[in-house]
């Protein structure tokens, strides 16, 4: 007997579990993304905490060792730009939009990208953090459209609008399709729409 030398065997994935993060402000980090995304956690301590928000034991994560320096013009700094989450429904991401801005947190960058409509956040060390919900409610419809329509090959980014105006269509008794599809057309564009998708300037 000896190992299997087949040169196209399939890689058995692991899957994606969690993000750690380094961080300055531990506690309000942890108050942040309890607010936001309802990761609670599932150990807090002096110096590091872990959170989740589903099954996993956690999905986001914080270290704050001594040492730590703040970061020297974050938003031109390569790594990462944003995590995410979904929302299985239209509903529960306007919903959570709305909880949101009347607590007074507002996203800097919003999208629709076609197969996700998209509010970009920013933690409090300027970290972004997208919470999206599938436009086809079906992730292998998404993927397949990312993958092989024309529309994502001619435009990845997409069409910018302002959420105060999916409100104002939401309350007024417009579907999901329908305000996604006028949003790509272009009719809820913000009244200043931003130069660069890049982080905001926090430090
Ligand atoms: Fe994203």
Redesign the pocket.
């Known amino acids: 007997m000896s190992a299997n030398r087949a040169p196209n065997r399939p890689i058995v994935a692991p899957r994606f579990h969690h993000t750690t993060f380094t961080t300055l402000h531990l506690d309000e980090m942890v108050e942040w993304y309890s607010k936001v995304a309802g990761l609670t956690p599932v150990y807090h301590g002096e110096s590091a905490a872990w959170l989740t928000n589903d099954e996993a034991n956690h999905r986001i994560a914080f270290l704050s060792p001594p040492g730590l320096k703040l970061p020297v013009d974050k938003p031109h700094t390569i790594g990462l730009h944003?995590t995410?989450f979904e929302y299985a429904d239209f509903e529960l991401w306007i919903n959570n939009y709305v909880r949101l801005r009347n607590s007074g947190i507002l996203p800097f960058l919003t999208l629709d990208h076609g197969m996700t409509m998209?509010l970009y956040y920013a933690d409090p060390e300027g970290n972004g953090v997208?919470i999206?919900v599938d436009t086809f409610g079906d992730w292998s419809t998404s993927k397949e459209w990312m993958s092989a329509s024309l529309e994502f090959a001619s435009d990845q980014l997409g069409a910018y609008f302002d959420p105060e105006k999916l409100v104002a269509a939401h309350e007024a008794g417009l579907t999901f399709a329908e305000i996604h599809e006028r949003t790509r057309a272009g009719e809820y564009v913000p009244e200043v729409i931003p130069s660069d998708i890049l982080l905001p300037e926090i430090y």
């Open positions: 944003h995410a998209s997208e999206q």
